[in-house]
């Protein structure tokens, strides 16, 4: 099966950027995708980008993919406290009987200092 | 927003009882899922359903068992409930419609004493 790994732990200042990084093991993924977990709270889309793209920009938020190294990268500009939470990048099993299961990374906990 | 709930959001049950958690979904998507979190593992896959009356075992099933008898419910039940089975648990459902992704519930916390 899929296997994603994230770093554990991110500290920034308030205003840098922040990158947070993710390796994984299936490149035939459609699509992978960067969810948020604010404490106490669901898991929330964060964005997404379909494998035949390297870079996919949303505002504050830039989505790079690397397939040959099989790394996915999401940078935050401009970080603000209220960034502060978990970051989970997560990876569809591919192949035609995967049933679309979702495999997550550990989690990146993010802390924004004012 | 995929309309989709999960109850109870907390439960504390006693080691040994059988515990039901629900998931609903009011927008019909085939795909529907159950994962568990802990610290230092992420999410991990429990069960998962394609339709109803058919389901599978993730990673971690081992304890656990599920039923969809119809396509907006999907439970997932602790046979005879254990500590290792604390855990903060997560219903999702994959987007059929619009832009890819997949949706999740609140969460259920689940304490087993």
């Known amino acids: 099966g899929e296997d994603v790994e994230q770093s554990l732990f991110l500290s920034v200042r308030e205003g840098d950027s922040s990158v947070i990084n993710c390796t994984y093991t299936d490149s035939s993924s459609t699509y992978l995708y960067w969810y948020k977990q604010e404490p106490g709270a669901g898991l929330q889309l964060l964005t997404y980008?379909?494998?035949?793209?390297d870079m996919k920009q949303d505002q504050r938020l830039t989505v790079l993919l690397n397939k040959k190294d099989k790394h996915l990268s999401l940078r935050i500009a401009d970080t603000q406290t209220g960034d502060s939470a978990i970051y989970f990048c997560?990876?569809?099993?591919?192949?035609?009987?995967?049933?679309?299961?979702?495999?997550f990374g550990q989690g990146t906990i993010l802390t924004v200092h004012p | 927003d995929a309309g989709i709930t999960q109850s109870p959001r907390h439960k504390v049950t006693e080691t040994g009882t059988p515990v039901t958690l629900r998931c609903h979904q009011t927008e019909n998507h085939r795909y529907m899922y159950w994962y568990r979190q802990d610290p230092g593992h992420g999410l991990r896959l429990i069960h998962y359903?394609?339709?109803?009356?058919?389901?599978d075992k993730g990673e971690v099933s081992d304890g656990y068992s599920v039923s969809r008898s119809k396509t907006e419910d999907f439970l997932l039940t602790l046979e005879s409930a254990t500590s290792s089975q604390t855990s903060v648990y997560f219903c999702?459902?994959?987007?059929?419609?619009?832009?890819?992704?997949?949706?999740f519930g609140s969460g259920t916390r689940l304490t087993v004493v």
């Open positions: 980008i379909f494998s035949n793209m």
């Open positions: 997560a990876v569809p099993d591919a192949g035609g009987t995967s049933y679309g299961k979702l495999t």
């Open positions: 999702a459902i994959r987007n059929d419609r619009g832009s890819p992704g997949y949706t």
């Open positions: 359903s394609y339709g109803v009356k058919d389901t």
